[in-house]
């Protein structure tokens, strides 16, 4: 089994996370699936990072 490799995403100097997470998080509160309080404990995303992707109809970019 291979590793999965994840973007990370820095905010700041201690907190990262994974833009593939951050998406999905953002797909699933759109799509009505998911509460926007719950996705980011199941996605482990920063809950005012998705707030704000989420009001401002945007996505995280991919570093490559």
Do not use: Q
Not at 13 to 22: A, F, G, T, V
Not at 38 to 59: E, G, I, M, Q, S
């Amino acid at each position: 089994v291979s590793p999965m490799k994840y973007t990370i995403c820095r905010m700041g100097k201690h907190s990262e996370w994974s833009c593939e997470n951050m998406r999905a998080a953002i797909a699933a509160v759109r799509a009505n699936t998911m509460t926007k309080y719950w996705a980011p404990k199941v996605f482990k995303v920063p809950r005012t990072t998705l707030h704000d992707y989420l009001k401002n109809d945007r996505l995280p970019k991919l570093e490559t």
